[in-house]
């Protein structure tokens, strides 16, 4: 009985024990109760507020990026979602940018006024009542051209007589040859003559020597200086060949 006693008392203190130790903040869990959780109410994400960026700050590329992006994306929302509202606000953009368009071309005409020495139609009208005096005065040029060309240079016409193309360039440049009185000497790579320029002469190899690889070929050829430079490959007519002579003789000095 005794050893029953001091079993019980050891059990009894340990239990006391055990309970001097529980946190009294925690609730107290028994075999039949449980804690419920308590419920949490979901936060919901604030939404972000969409901030008007302050285009003052930016430079003329950036706001032109901000701006195009707005377009798009009202572009792409009257599209996705098409409404009368959603078409409105594209519109409005649409206008923004026409606006700004028109704006931007009428300041030409006042840069023009303000700065004369910009206006392109001082050197070359683009309206058509000054054309033909354009053309004239374009001819006489080419005209210089030629006869500067022609007073050191002749020319080479290296072509295949079996090809229509070639034997078509043939003829035009031995038209333009005796109108402009420049000496041509014509080469056949393939020994077939073209009626229009008898005076043919066989390839006896000139055609490797110069490295000419494409045809037709006219060639300019100082027979001085035994140099040689190309005019003109693949078919071409007078008035090109003509315009061509002038950009040689002003070693492609762009026309403006």
């Avoid at 500067?148 to 031995?174: E, H, T």
Wanted: aromatic share 12%; with cysteine.
């Amino acid at each position: 009985m005794r050893l029953i006693l001091i079993i019980f008392m050891v059990i009894y203190s340990n239990c006391v024990l055990a309970d001097d130790g529980v946190d009294n903040t925690s609730p107290f869990t028994g075999w039949h109760w449980y804690n419920e959780p308590i419920p949490r109410k979901d936060i919901e994400p604030k939404q972000k507020k969409n901030t008007i960026p302050d285009l003052s700050k930016m430079t003329p590329v950036e706001q032109s990026k901000v701006l195009q992006q707005y377009t798009k994306e009202a572009l792409a929302k009257a599209i996705l979602y098409p409404s009368s509202e959603n078409t409105t606000v594209f519109l409005k953009w649409q206008k923004f940018w026409t606006d700004h368009a028109s704006y931007f071309s009428q300041s030409f005409a006042v840069a023009e006024l303000d700065h004369p020495e910009l206006d392109y139609n001082l050197v070359r009208s683009h309206y058509n009542g000054t054309s033909p005096i354009q053309q004239a005065q374009q001819k006489t040029e080419e005209d210089k051209a030629i006869q500067k060309l022609a007073s050191q240079y002749g020319l080479f016409l290296f072509y295949r007589g079996s090809n229509p193309i070639d034997a078509q360039m043939a003829g035009v440049v031995a038209a333009f040859a005796r109108s402009k009185n420049i000496p041509l000497i014509p080469v056949s790579v393939d020994g077939q003559v073209v009626p229009a320029v008898p005076e043919t002469r066989p390839d006896d190899g000139q055609s490797e020597a110069m490295n000419i690889k494409y045809f037709p070929a006219l060639m300019l050829v100082d027979p001085k200086a035994k140099t040689y430079r190309p005019l003109a490959y693949g078919f071409m007519t007078q008035d090109d060949l003509a315009t061509r002579f002038m950009y040689v003789a002003t070693g492609f000095k762009p026309n403006f």
